[in-house]
């Protein structure tokens, strides 16, 4: 027994002694005169069972995962830049919302394989249908202004549905979920004006948004019920009607699997260069540095805007690699964010330092070596090459930033190296899965051969280099 805190037999006695009719029951503190506290409104009383709960969570998380694939799918395909780097965000944004999901589906007896197996005839149509759109435009257009209205309006209608008491966790979930949705519908709207002010026709745009919304329907949109989204609020989707008759022609019909770009679009506000990953070489003595510090700087400032192309390629990934736990898609999510932020965090840098980001020009070396490389490859190039060696060049230059005084660079350095330790350790963890290994010496060595491979077939490299190229040298031209 303890005997170290006070009296514990005195203790043990109180409680043995009888609770009802005790002063003791009451507690201490002031004996309340009134109980005003604020009161509850929910009432009992859902219009679903757990298992109906579950099949609509099934059908939300299934939406999730196809969205944020077909983002991923159009990132290289989609030149410009703001889009692109709203599409890194938003892949995340609808990750993190599947995830969720799938952890209430857990609770709601229906564990993670089953959720990551589910398959939709339905479902997989529509996402067939809407990734065929014919522009980025067009994808924009279908996406952001009738697909996430709808399941927007689906959510809050099953929030709204559902035992308030009972089922108290799906409505918290759905409430936090609701403002990713707003923030994205807004900027789609204002997207969508912006392709229409850049000259795309609005009839053609609304033509397709029409489209798509009449395939939803036509199968009881995103619930799959003839009686649901039928509420009202600003964000209603466009037209009238609930089950509409199925579109004659879809665009995706006898084709095969939408294939990505493989050209990695960039709008004609940038200019580029590929036979080369040195910034100096590409400038021609363009620019000038006062020091070899300056130098540096911009050097590393460039490879962060330029991570462009770590956003297309762990998308490219992501839209690629299937068959694998949503805990993949929600990892390589997160690093597309990640990535995102390095870019828009070397794009801001540039202006701080008085450049038009857009005058440096983009280097694509590194995601024409991977393009056309298999997907599981092209991960463990990026990873166990290019991430390995920017996370180190991070922490050196944040070091030295902040020697030189310079502390808006050296902490935005300081957090990218943050950042990439946790895409080696994510990156290392999902390749041993998809090679099926422990032995990460193997996945480089099998890695590097066909990297190798790839810069000889492009001629940056000639055979002669090709023997001898080191980890580090392949590091530093592939990149990030
Ligand atoms: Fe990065
Ligand atoms: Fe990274």
Same mark, same amino acid.
Request: hydrophobic content about 35%.
């Given at each position: 027994?303890?005997?170290?805190?006070?009296?514990?037999?005195?203790?043990?006695?109180?409680?043995?002694?009888?609770?009802?009719?005790?002063?003791?029951?009451?507690?201490?503190?002031?004996?309340?005169?009134?109980?005003?506290?604020?009161?509850?409104?929910?009432?009992?009383?859902?219009?679903?069972?757990?298992?109906?709960?579950?099949?609509?969570?099934?059908?939300?998380?299934?939406?999730? $995962?196809?969205?944020?694939?077909?983002? +991923?799918?159009?990132?290289?395909?989609?030149?410009?830049?703001?889009?692109? /780097?709203?599409?890194?965000?938003?892949?995340? =944004?609808?990750?993190?919302?599947?995830?969720?999901?799938?952890?209430?589906?857990?609770?709601?007896?229906?564990?993670?394989?089953?959720?990551?197996?589910?398959?939709?005839?339905?479902?997989?149509?529509?996402?067939?249908?809407?990734?065929?759109?014919?522009?980025?435009?067009?994808? /924009?257009?279908? *996406? =952001?202004?009738?697909? *996430?209205?709808?399941?927007?309006?689906?959510?809050?209608?099953?929030?709204?549905?559902?035992?308030?008491?009972?089922?108290?966790?799906?409505?918290?979930?759905?409430?936090?979920?609701?403002?990713?949705?707003?923030?994205?519908?807004?900027?789609? +709207?204002?997207?969508?004006? !912006?392709?229409?002010?850049?000259?795309?026709?609005?009839?053609?745009?609304?033509?397709?948004?029409?489209?798509?919304?009449?395939?939803?329907?036509?199968?009881?949109?995103?619930?799959?019920?003839?009686?649901?989204?039928?509420?009202?609020?600003?964000? $209603?989707?466009?037209?009238?009607?609930?089950?509409?008759?199925?579109?004659?022609?879809?665009?995706?019909?006898?084709?095969?699997?939408?294939?990505?770009?493989?050209?990695?679009?960039?709008?004609?506000?940038?200019?580029?260069?590929?036979?080369?990953?040195?910034?100096?070489?590409?400038?021609?003595?363009?620019?000038?540095?006062?020091?070899?510090?300056?130098?540096?700087?911009?050097?590393?400032?460039?490879?962060?805007?330029?991570?462009?192309?770590?956003?297309?390629?762990?998308?490219?990934?992501? =839209?690629?690699?299937?068959?694998?736990?949503?805990?993949?898609? =929600?990892?390589? !999510?997160?690093?597309?964010?990640?990535?995102?932020?390095?870019?828009?965090?070397?794009?801001?840098?540039?202006?701080? *330092?008085?450049?038009?980001?857009?005058?440096?020009?983009?280097?694509?070396?590194?995601?024409?070596?991977?393009?056309?490389?298999?997907?599981?490859?092209?991960?463990?190039?990026?990873?166990?090459?290019?991430?390995?060696?920017?996370?180190?060049?991070?922490?050196?230059?944040?070091?030295?930033?902040?020697?030189?005084?310079?502390?808006?660079?050296?902490?935005?350095?300081?957090?990218?190296?943050?950042?990439?330790?946790?895409?080696?350790?994510?990156?290392?963890?999902?390749?041993?899965?998809?090679?099926?290994?422990?032995?990460?010496?193997?996945?480089?060595?099998?890695?590097?051969?066909?990297?190798?491979?790839?810069?000889?077939?492009?001629?940056?490299?000639?055979?002669?280099?090709?023997?001898?190229?080191?980890?580090?040298?392949?590091?530093?031209?592939?990149?990030?």
């Amino acid at each position: 027994m303890m005997e170290a805190n006070g009296h514990p037999q005195d203790k043990n006695r109180e409680m043995e002694q009888a609770w009802t009719n005790s002063t003791a029951l009451r507690g201490v503190g002031v004996p309340l005169a009134k109980y005003n506290f604020p009161k509850d409104a929910r009432q009992l009383g859902g219009d679903f069972t757990v298992e109906e709960s579950a099949r609509l969570l099934l059908r939300f998380f299934l939406f999730e $995962r196809n969205i944020l694939r077909a983002i +991923a799918g159009w990132s290289m395909g989609t030149p410009e830049f703001e889009v692109k /780097v709203e599409f890194g965000r938003h892949i995340y =944004y609808h990750a993190e919302a599947g995830m969720k999901i799938r952890t209430r589906l857990t609770e709601l007896r229906t564990a993670e394989e089953t959720t990551d197996k589910f398959q939709s005839e339905d479902i997989a149509e529509f996402f067939s249908e809407l990734i065929y759109s014919e522009s980025p435009a067009h994808f /924009v257009a279908a *996406l =952001y202004g009738v697909v *996430l209205p709808h399941l927007k309006q689906a959510y809050q209608e099953h929030a709204a549905h559902t035992d308030q008491v009972a089922d108290a966790p799906t409505v918290r979930m759905i409430r936090q979920i609701m403002p990713d949705y707003d923030e994205m519908i807004a900027w789609g +709207a204002s997207a969508i004006q !912006a392709y229409i002010q850049g000259g795309y026709d609005e009839g053609s745009l609304h033509q397709w948004q029409d489209h798509i919304e009449k395939l939803l329907r036509s199968f009881g949109g995103v619930t799959n019920s003839p009686t649901s989204e039928r509420g009202g609020g600003k964000d $209603r989707p466009r037209s009238v009607g609930v089950v509409s008759r199925r579109p004659e022609k879809l665009r995706s019909e006898g084709k095969p699997t939408f294939e990505r770009s493989f050209i990695a679009t960039r709008d004609p506000r940038f200019g580029t260069f590929e036979d080369t990953y040195e910034y100096q070489a590409a400038d021609n003595g363009q620019i000038e540095y006062e020091t070899e510090f300056d130098k540096t700087r911009l050097n590393l400032i460039r490879s962060q805007r330029d991570e462009l192309d770590a956003i297309e390629t762990f998308g490219n990934v992501l =839209y690629e690699i299937r068959d694998v736990p949503f805990g993949f898609d =929600y990892d390589l !999510a997160r690093i597309i964010w990640d990535e995102t932020r390095h870019t828009e965090l070397g794009h801001k840098a540039m202006k701080a *330092l008085g450049y038009n980001p857009y005058d440096l020009l983009n280097r694509l070396i590194g995601i024409k070596v991977r393009t056309k490389m298999p997907a599981e490859y092209s991960l463990a190039e990026i990873n166990l090459f290019g991430e390995a060696n920017i996370v180190q060049e991070c922490l050196r230059y944040a070091r030295e930033a902040y020697e030189n005084g310079d502390d808006l660079t050296g902490r935005m350095f300081d957090f990218v190296n943050a950042d990439e330790r946790t895409h080696l350790a994510k990156g290392v963890h999902w390749l041993k899965h998809i090679f099926g290994t422990d032995s990460v010496q193997e996945i480089e060595q099998k890695t590097k051969k066909i990297a190798v491979d790839r810069l000889l077939e492009l001629g940056i490299i000639n055979h002669e280099v090709a023997l001898t190229i080191s980890h580090r040298e392949l590091a530093k031209i592939i990149g990030e």
